[in-house]
């Protein structure tokens, strides 16, 4: 019988402050910031033990991926919207009709073309994947990105029916 263990990323401290922008909306195509939480849900089938997936090593591996999007201004390099140019300590970032100059250091670059829940959600879960799966008895894994409380945005990954 399968069964499924979930982390509330506020209650566990999964959590980033970033800054970011979504060139085509009104109001969010303003350079703002949110504290983010990210949760998880992983259904499978428990071992012996009545164990799918050990909590301490969930949490940190979310967690390791929490700290690098932490204080940091996030940038889609896949936007057809957003222009970006590399310079020796600085990002130049054109959004429509916004020029930024950024410190490199302040900036992550992301694989991804908006900065929305939704995608940071795809992200999120991408990058976790590879330290998720090594386990056979897990089936998906959800990851949800909340931009605020009671506000976000979960995408979910079938591994196996």
């Not at 909306?25 to 071992?47: M, N, Q, S």
Request: charged share 30%; proline share 3%.
């Amino acid at each position: 019988m399968d069964s499924y263990i979930y982390i509330d990323g506020w209650k566990s401290d999964i959590r980033f402050s970033s800054a970011h922008i979504i060139p085509d909306y009104e109001k969010c195509g303003r350079l703002h910031g949110h504290t983010y939480a990210v949760h998880v849900k992983i259904v499978g089938k428990p071992d012996e033990k009545g164990i799918i997936m050990d909590f301490a090593l969930l949490k940190d591996i979310f967690k390791k991926i929490a700290n690098e999007l932490d204080h940091r201004i996030l940038i889609p390099e896949k936007s057809s919207l957003v222009t970006i140019k590399k310079e020796e300590k600085s990002i130049k970032m054109v959004t429509l009709k916004k020029h930024y100059v950024l410190p490199m250091e302040d900036c992550i670059l992301l694989p991804i073309d908006s900065t929305s829940a939704e995608n940071l959600a795809h992200y999120i879960l991408n990058r976790a994947l590879g330290k998720i799966t090594a386990s056979k008895r897990i089936k998906s894994v959800e990851v949800g990105v909340d931009e605020g409380l009671g506000q976000g945005a979960m995408v979910t990954k079938i591994l196996k029916g």
